[in-house]
């Protein structure tokens, strides 16, 4: 008892120990636990193939100081794909010498933006003579006519006296665009003049005035273009002006009147205002967003983390560049304490499970294709090869080769899934590939046995308890903030073998025993 | 360290829980702590159960024959030519499954106790099943061909519908709770509480049933028959109980559950459990941690 109270001890204040010595001594940035939300964006695109050449390109996003896109990959099908710059842009091609039928490629990647505020001094006065590098973003360009009368004189209009600010002169104008122009949906790109003259127009007409007013007004000022990112499938385009300032390019939004900041959820694709999809004639080109928000650790911890002493992430930053992907070290790390909830729901509230770390696998694959998708596919599995080892039941087979037929059964029934989440557009669905297969064909014939053993409300019990705890570890497992804490400090895990300590020698009733027994406790007489 | 304790420690409420018996602590204090871990294979395995305590007198049902490889299987047909009723059970099957009770003698076969005829292929493969480890989750098992007991006719009009039989829970070689355990047609012969069997509570002292609970409910007659079932004298009781603790007794285990069924020649053991099920304190109305702890049990 004696060895067993020491050693749980021990368990506890040595981790206590370790992370007080990482925060004071070695400098670790305790204060970018705070997770960080993250989009995931996956882009397919579909063209038909007539046995001609067919090209296609898109403009990919890259990092800048507002946002982090990191992790492109692109699927290229029967093209071959290349990525290369285009003045400021980066642009992503597909080229196939011949192509026939219908084909569909992607790009998926993920994206940081943040909310970024700029300040401009009130003093900062218009420079009368801009770099040489700034000149092409204060002459004329397509669609943003500089020396035509009517912008002067909107210029002039908006702001009469010459001498002014540049903060004062970027209000006006972003006052102006944002109030006397209306917004309006349209697909045509109008040009600033057309804008200025129909008094409405898109978020393309609206920035190409605000530009080219920007550019009347000596001030160094391009297009942008970008998606503003929700969850789903619809994604709405929008753009924005840039305007050079103390040697930033700092956005202006006269739509939703963003002034010198964007909201987190702006995601930059390219500069300048040209098409961001161009494809071959008669390709009958279709493309379609996907976007997923999802908390994830501060890229500044983990960058604190590969510098710092005494990390395991030296070890996991071996690992990645093996190709072991991040996610997976933070889910592994996870798992035990994913594991130790599960004690914690068998043996403190007496719910049953299908085996002891059925909930947190089943939960890790969910991470992948999301909590209500996982466990859709989970119970599909369950009950469609539960029919099928019915089914089988009459046949009379050996044991053996039965679970053979039902692991077959589990595999099909993913498989058909996957097909189907890909058609209907689920693509949560599609990703179940993580999808623990044998335990869920044990689990199958464990359902049945307790069927068999102790009745189908029995089973279906555990089946519930099972999801129950499943919901838990996927709190668990994709908490980001956990996620952060463990990465940093993995010495937590002696503190979870020392709760698991505790939990073996606890004795207690459980709290479902308390309803079990309720008469005995409550009737408060013994015979 | 003390604190996290108390917070566990506070978990513990009501303080009528303090009395009964739960998984963690049946489990921990008992069956772990009681007990050295290579002899709990003594109980789960039925032939090593009878082989122990036969040799020290306790009567238990006549093995005809084991089966524990597939080769044995190919005269499975002639092996039980000679028998009409019989029992085909897994050596270390839980909860009654497996149990296969032959009752009958027919053209092609023999009759179950829910009217089915089984042909020899039948058994053969159900023989087979056992032997795979199907009913047991294990790879392997050993399949037990036993006579099929004869109740004793009082026990016979109480449970007409199979075999009834009494669990006595020993710590120490003392019997400390007990209930007599009752098919009915909803668990199609078997005596088990989770297949819809009647919980009857027993009276340690008289061996007389005082309350009966069936499907969580408690019941006064029984449900198919009608018949009364409290109140009833167990027949031959003190025997009953001289058999349960001269099995405590000849097994190195110090909490058991032991079965016994009432046949016409007197109580037989049909197996010993070392993780006897909890439901027969609220069939008994009476929490068992405190009788244990009476007994000298832990805490």
Partial sequence: ?527 | MKSLARVLRGLRLPAGSDRILGLNRRNLSYVYAQNRLRDLPIADDKLKTKELVGAHGVPVPTTYRVYRHFFELGAVERDLAPYDEFVIKPSNGRYGSGILVLTERREDGWMDITGTVHRPADLRRHILDIVFGTYTNELQSAALVEERVPQQADMARMSPLGLADVRIIFYREQPTLAMLRVPTRRSRGKANLHQGGIGVGVDVATGRTVRALWRGQPVEVHPDTGFPLIGFLIPDWEEVVRVGTVTARSVPLKYIGADIALSVHGPVLLEINARPGLEIQNVNEVPLRSLLRELGGRR
């Fill in chain 1, 1 to 527: 008892m004696g060895f067993y109270r020491g050693l749980v001890a021990l368990l506890f204040l040595l981790p206590v120990g370790i992370m007080g010595y990482k925060v004071i001594s070695l400098g670790y940035p305790a204060s970018e636990f705070i997770p960080a939300v993250r989009y995931s964006v996956s882009l397919t695109m579909e063209v038909d193939g007539d046995g001609e050449a067919v090209a296609l390109s898109i403009a990919v996003p890259s990092s800048d100081v507002r946002q982090f896109v990191g992790e492109h990959h692109y699927s290229s099908g029967s093209f071959v794909v290349d990525v290369s710059s285009e003045g400021e842009n980066r642009v992503a091609t597909w080229k196939a010498d011949t192509l026939w039928g219908r084909q569909s490629v992607g790009m998926t990647f993920v994206a940081e933006p943040s909310r970024r505020r700029y300040s401009i001094p009130e003093g900062l006065r218009v420079l009368a003579k801009q770099p040489s590098f700034l000149q092409p973003y204060l002459v004329a360009s397509e669609g943003i006519q500089v020396e035509d009368p009517l912008v002067e004189a909107a210029l002039r209009q908006i702001f009469p006296s010459g001498e002014a600010g540049v903060p004062q002169v970027l209000r006006a104008i972003h006052e102006f665009v944002r109030t006397r122009i209306e917004t309006v949906a349209q697909p045509e790109s109008l040009d600033a003049v057309t804008t200025l003259k129909l008094g409405q127009a898109s978020s393309t007409g609206k920035t190409r005035l605000f530009t080219a007013l920007a550019r009347s007004a000596h001030l160094p000022a391009r297009p942008a273009r970008g998606l503003v990112l929700r969850e789903g499938a619809r994604q709405q385009f929008r753009d924005w002006a840039e305007v050079y300032v103390g040697g930033h390019w700092i956005p202006f939004d006269p739509v939703e009147g963003w002034f010198a900041e964007l909201p987190s959820n702006y995601l930059k694709l390219a500069s300048g205002d040209a098409a961001l999809f161009r494809y071959s004639d008669g390709a009958n080109f279709q493309y379609a967003y996907h976007v997923t928000r999802e908390l994830t650790p501060k890229r500044e911890l983990l960058e604190a983390l590969r510098s710092a002493r005494l990390n395991a992430l030296n070890l996991s930053g071996a690992l990645e560049r093996m190709h072991i992907p991040m996610d997976l070290i933070q889910l592994l790390l996870l798992f035990p304490l994913g594991a130790l909830f599960i004690t914690v729901f068998r043996n403190v509230v007496g719910i049953h499970t299908f085996g002891t770390f059925l909930p947190v696998l089943i939960a890790a694959a969910c991470e992948q294709t999301g909590l209500l998708w996982g466990t859709f596919g989970f119970l599909t599995i369950i009950s469609g090869s539960g029919l099928v080892r019915h089914g089988l039941d009459r046949l009379g087979l050996l044991h053996s080769p039965k679970m053979s037929i039902v692991f077959t059964a589990v595999i099909a029934l993913m498989m058909a899934m996957m097909v189907f989440g890909v058609r209907w557009g689920i693509f949560e669905l599609a990703r179940m590939t993580l999808f623990p297969v044998a335990i869920l064909t044990v689990t199958t014939e464990r359902f049945a046995l307790i069927q068999s053993e102790q009745g189908f409300w029995e089973a279906a019990k555990t089946l519930i308890g099972t999801l129950v705890v499943v919901v838990a570890c996927y709190g668990v497992l994709t908490s980001a903030f956990l996620r952060s804490l463990f990465v940093a400090f993995p010495e937590l895990l002696l503190m979870v073998v020392a709760l698991d300590l505790c939990l073996g020698k606890w004795v207690g009733v459980r709290l479902m025993e308390l309803f079990r027994f309720r008469r005995l406790i409550w009737q408060g007489q013994e015979p």
